[in-house]
């Protein structure tokens, strides 16, 4: 089955600095790689995701690169802000198995 | 989006008892999914659950163990049985608006803490 693993586990950066945390997978099925925020005693929020069609996609001050043929994708924030601390998961998620696999998630800080 | 509301949103319980809990989502969904977290680690998924039929178990759970009800297409129940404190968890229910997607969202999930 897929395999997900993601570095760093924790990351902490000065506020308005870049932060960047990666993810590789096992499955080459899978086609859909949504990254999560999960803010303390609240569920897991959809704040960005790419498809295996696009290598690259940006929301603002997000955004996520996909390489398929070294199954990674990343997920990069630019300044950084300290209401960007939390714990970030990326997945992975294939048509064939109706299944989202996490990563260990990175807890992020940022210091002001 | 979805809205996702799962009760209880806390309890404490004690070893030995069961507890369900329940998520209802204000629309129609094909795919409802339950995620285990425990403390300080990553979702794991418990099961599928499925309109009008038995759930799909993970490799690691069992129904006898995690019995999930599908009644209509915005309702599901999760039991967490017999617990232990092992069973200590945030249990998350999530939906697949759009179909198989995965563009999963999640309520806000339900923790546990078994005395």
């Known amino acids: 089955g897929e395999n997900v693993e993601q570095h760093p586990s924790t990351l902490s950066v000065q506020e308005g600095d870049s932060a960047v945390i990666k993810c590789t997978y096992s499955d080459s099925a899978s086609n859909y790689f949504p990254w999560y925020k999960q803010e303390l005693g609240k569920g897991p929020q959809l704040i960005i995701d790419i498809r295996s069609n696009v290598g690259e996609k940006k929301d603002q001050r997000i955004a996520v690169t996909l390489n398929k043929t070294a199954k990674h994708f990343s997920l990069h924030i630019t300044e950084t802000q300290p209401e960007d601390s939390a714990v970030y998961f990326c997945a992975a998620y294939a048509d064939s198995s109706y299944k989202l696999i996490f990563g260990s998630g990175t807890r992020l800080l940022v210091r002001p | ?115």
């Open chain 2, 1 to 115: 989006s979805a809205v996702i509301s799962q009760k209880p949103s806390r309890d404490i319980c004690q070893r030995g008892t069961s507890l369900t809990i329940q998520c209802q989502v204000d629309s129609q969904v094909t795919m409802m999914f339950w995620y285990r977290q425990q403390p300080g680690q990553s979702l794991t998924l418990i099961a599928t659950a499925n309109q009008g039929s038995e759930a799909t178990y993970e490799s690691g759970f069992v129904i006898d163990k995690f019995p999930i009800s599908r009644p209509n297409l915005t309702f599901s129940t999760l039991t967490v049985s017999n617990m232990s404190p092992e069973d200590s968890s945030i249990y998350l229910c999530s939906v697949d608006i759009s179909g198989n997607t995965g563009e999963l969202f999640f309520g806000e999930g339900s923790r546990l803490t078994v005395l």
